[in-house]
């Protein structure tokens, strides 16, 4: 089973900036597309970024511009650098892989624990 422990939340300025850091378990995770998704009070979870095992990267409107998805294989870490913080930011953040069951099966979604931003005065 995969484990994924999120961090560096916490509370920041209208403008300021963020990275967030997911530490992934096992030893297949250079192969594993992974995401962050995150979730405000009273609103459903939505998609934030998505970098694929290759390096390539596909980000929500909202974020296009400001927002940075990275990852670095060798320490089974993926990164949101998040600029430009504003209000609408505030949420928690969650990392997120697809792991496939079985061969030719769907991906079931696995979720860290999620941290915390607050985007305030």
């Known amino acids: 089973q995969v484990q994924l422990v999120e961090s560096g939340g916490g509370l920041v300025q209208p403008g300021g900036s963020l990275r967030l850091s997911c530490a992934a378990s096992?030893?297949?995770?250079?192969?594993?597309?992974m995401g962050w998704y995150r979730q405000a009070p009273g609103k459903q979870r939505e998609l934030v970024a998505t970098i694929t095992s290759g390096g390539n990267t596909n980000y929500a409107d909202s974020v296009k511009g400001r927002f940075t998805i990275s990852r670095d294989n060798a320490k089974n870490t993926v990164y949101l650098q998040m600029n430009n913080v504003q209000p609408e930011d505030t949420a928690v953040y969650y990392c997120n892989t697809k792991i496939r069951p079985r061969i030719g099966a769907p991906p079931n979604d696995y979720w860290g624990q999620g941290t915390q931003v607050t985007v305030s005065s």
């Open positions: 096992g030893s297949a995770f250079s192969f594993r597309a």
